[in-house]
C-alpha cells in the first residue's frame, strides 16, 4: 500500500482541451504568417532539375521543356508561387514526365566513347586534308597521278602522320574528281546568280591527238567581274555544228540550260572559219537564238596576225626566213642531245648565261615568237 494516496468521491478527472480551439489557433496564425512572409525562388531547386529556369527580370520560375513543347500550363507562361510543393507537382505532372524523356536522354556527343570517336575522326580528316592538298597540287601543276605514291613517301619520311590509306595513283584520281566536281559545282552556282555572262572557248590537241575544246566564262555579279574555267570536252568534229551541239550537252549535263539559253551576251574566239565564220560560224549558230550576241575575235590573236602582217607587207619574205630560222634552231637543239651538249660547252667557256632555243608557233601568241627573238639574241646564236 501506498500510505500518501488517498481517494475522495468530489475527484474528477480533468476536461480535455478543445480540439476545434486549439486547431482554429493554429490555422489563423499559420495563415498570419503566410501574409507576412515574403517568399523568394530558391537555386537550390534547380539542382538535378534542369528544366527549371528562373527569370530574374519577370521573377517568375518556368519549365523550360513544356515551354518548348507549349503545353498550358503556369510553368509555361511563369510562376510567381515560390514553393516547393509547386515546382515538385509540376515535376509529378503527366505531361511534365512525357517531355522528360525526350528531353533528359543524355546527347551522345557527351558521353566519353563519343568524344573518343570524333577525337579519331578528327585526326582522320587532317590525314586526309594533307593527302586532298597534295593531289590537289598534282593536278594543277600536271603532274603525274605517279608522283602521288612518292610524295606520300617523303611526308611519311618528314614525320608527316598521313596514315596508310589512300596513298596510291587510284585515290588521288578519287580526290581530283571530288576536288573538280566541288569547284565545278561554285562556278555552277556563281554563273546562276549572275544576270548575264560571256563565253570564250579554245582548241587543244591532247598528247594522243585527240581534238578538245576548252570552254570559259567570264560573269559579271554586283560589279565584280570574274573569269572561270568551266569545261573541256571531245567534241564530234571541230565543225560549227558540232561544236554547238557540244555546248548544248555540257550546259545540259549541269543543269544549266535555261542560263545558257536567256544569259548569253558575249561569245569570244579565235578567228578560224569554224568560229568566226559569217554564214555558218558558230557565232552565227548562238546568235539565232539570241540576236542581242556580241561575237568578239580574240585580242592575243588579232595582236599576233597584225604583226605577221605589217611584216610581211614591209619586208614579205622577212617574216618566213625568220620563223624558218627560229624554228630550225629550236629542233636542232632540242633532237640532238650531242649539239645541245656542246652548246652548254660553249656557253660555259665563254662565260655566258645558258639559254636554249624556243619554240615557236603552234598557237597565236604573240609572247612566243617575242622570247624565241630574245634568246636569240642574247645567246648570240645566230653567230
Known amino acids: 500500500m501506498i500510505p500518501w494516496l488517498k481517494y475522495r468521491d468530489s475527484a474528477q478527472p480533468a476536461k480535455k482541451a478543445s480540439q476545434k480551439q486549439s486547431s482554429g489557433v493554429s490555422v489563423n496564425s499559420k495563415q498570419q504568417y503566410e501574409k507576412k512572409r515574403c517568399r523568394k525562388f530558391q537555386s537550390q531547386w534547380q539542382v538535378d532539375r534542369p528544366w527549371l529556369v528562373y527569370d530574374v527580370l519577370s521573377d517568375v520560375m518556368f519549365c523550360e521543356w513544356c515551354k518548348k513543347e507549349a503545353v498550358q500550363s503556369s510553368f509555361t507562361t511563369g510562376s510567381n508561387h515560390f514553393r516547393l510543393d509547386a515546382v515538385k507537382d509540376h515535376e509529378s505532372s503527366k505531361w511534365h514526365k512525357h517531355f ?17 570517336l570524333l577525337m579519331l575522326k578528327q585526326a582522320e580528316y587532317d590525314k586526309l586534308v594533307i593527302k586532298f592538298r597534295t593531289a590537289h597540287a598534282i593536278a594543277k601543276h600536271n603532274k603525274s597521278f605517279k608522283d602521288y ?5 617523303l611526308d611519311k619520311i618528314k614525320g608527316v602522320d598521313i596514315g596508310d590509306q589512300y596513298v596510291n595513283d587510284k585515290a588521288v584520281a578519287i580526290m581530283v574528281k571530288n576536288i573538280a566536281a566541288v569547284t565545278r559545282k561554285e562556278v555552277c552556282d556563281k554563273l546562276r546568280e549572275s544576270p548575264f555572262f560571256s563565253l570564250t572557248c579554245d ?11 576548252n570552254i570559259y566564262i567570264r560573269t559579271c555579279n554586283g560589279g565584280k567581274v570574274e573569269d572561270m574555267y568551266l569545261f573541256i570536252g571531245s567534241p564530234e568534229s571541230t565543225s560549227a555544228f558540232n561544236l554547238h551541239l557540244l555546248f548544248r550537252e555540257i550546259f545540259e549535263s549541269l543543269d544549266l540550260v535555261e542560263v545558257f539559253e536567256k544569259n548569253l551576251v558575249g561569245f569570244c574566239a ?18 539565232e537564238t539570241r540576236p542581242h550576241l556580241v561575237i568578239t575575235h580574240c585580242l592575243a590573236h588579232r595582236l599576233e596576225l597584225s604583226f605577221k602582217d605589217g611584216i610581211k607587207s614591209a619586208q614579205p619574205k622577212l617574216y618566213a626566213k ?29 662565260n655566258m648565261k645558258q639559254v636554249l632555243p624556243t619554240r615557236v608557233g603552234g598557237t597565236r601568241w604573240l609572247p612566243h615568237t617575242y622570247r624565241a627573238i630574245t634568246v636569240l639574241i642574247k645567246g648570240n646564236l645566230f653567230c
Open 149 to 153: 605514291n612518292f610524295i606520300c613517301m
Open 270 to 287: 579565235d578567228g578560224a572559219s569554224n568560229m568566226q565564220g559569217c554564214k555558218s560560224g558558230l557565232g552565227v549558230l548562238l546568235r
Open 203 to 213: 582548241g587543244v590537241t591532247d598528247f594522243t591527238g585527240e581534238e578538245l575544246e
Open 100 to 116: 522528360a524523356i525526350k528531353y533528359s536522354v543524355k546527347h551522345p556527343d557527351d558521353s566519353l566513347a563519343s568524344k573518343s
Open 322 to 350: 625568220c620563223m624558218t630560222l627560229l624554228l630550225g634552231l629550236y629542233y636542232l637543239y632540242r633532237k640532238s642531245p650531242t649539239q645541245k651538249a656542246a652548246l652548254k660547252r660553249s656557253f660555259t667557256s665563254l
